[in-house]
């Protein structure tokens, strides 16, 4: 019931009032990129750990955008459309782009990560494998990888 109040609270900001909404989400977008902040610094958790699973399309962006969209910077998301997987999204160009990571069953029992992108696909063993290659090389995405914003 809580969740509903919230909700149509939301709506109702968001239509009626949209620079309320507008500084709401700002403000709670920047609480998230504190929290983030601070997991990133524990280098215990594995990265699927410190992705957060609220950010949608949008917030992504607008987190690019906030950053300044130098090529190269990226938001890595939970993958709506496809539970369990991820988005990275990269700022190319002053452009962001969405290239899913998605993930899937191994072999042996555990998750493998594939980037669905132009060029070679690869399996990587974690997160942070996909990470690092595309840091490396854009290898099929629109630039290498060059710094998480959020």
């Given at each position: ?9 939301q ?27 601070q997991?990133?610094q524990?280098p ?18 607008r ?12 938001v890595?998301?939970?993958s ?5 997987s991820f ?14 990571v998605?993930?899937?069953q ?5 998750y493998?990560y594939?980037c669905i992108?132009?060029g ?13 290659h595309?840091?490396l090389?854009?290898?099929?995405l ?9």
């Open positions: 019931q809580q969740q509903q109040q919230q909700h149509f609270q709506q109702h900001y968001q239509h009626h009032q949209p620079q309320v909404y507008a500084a709401q989400h700002s403000q709670y977008l920047q609480q998230q990129q504190q929290q983030f902040q997991q990133v524990d215990q958790l594995p990265l699927e750990d410190t992705v957060n699973p609220n950010f949608t399309k949008e917030d992504s962006e987190l690019l955008q906030e950053a300044g969209m130098g090529n190269g910077l990226y890595l998301r939970v709506k459309s496809h539970p369990g988005v990275i999204v990269v700022a190319a160009n002053y452009t962001a782009r969405h290239y899913p998605e993930r899937m191994g072999a042996d029992g555990g493998l594939c992108c132009p070679p696909r690869y399996a990587f063993p974690t997160l942070q494998a996909v990470v690092d595309y840091s090389s854009a290898d099929g629109a630039t290498h990888l060059t710094g998480r914003v959020a």
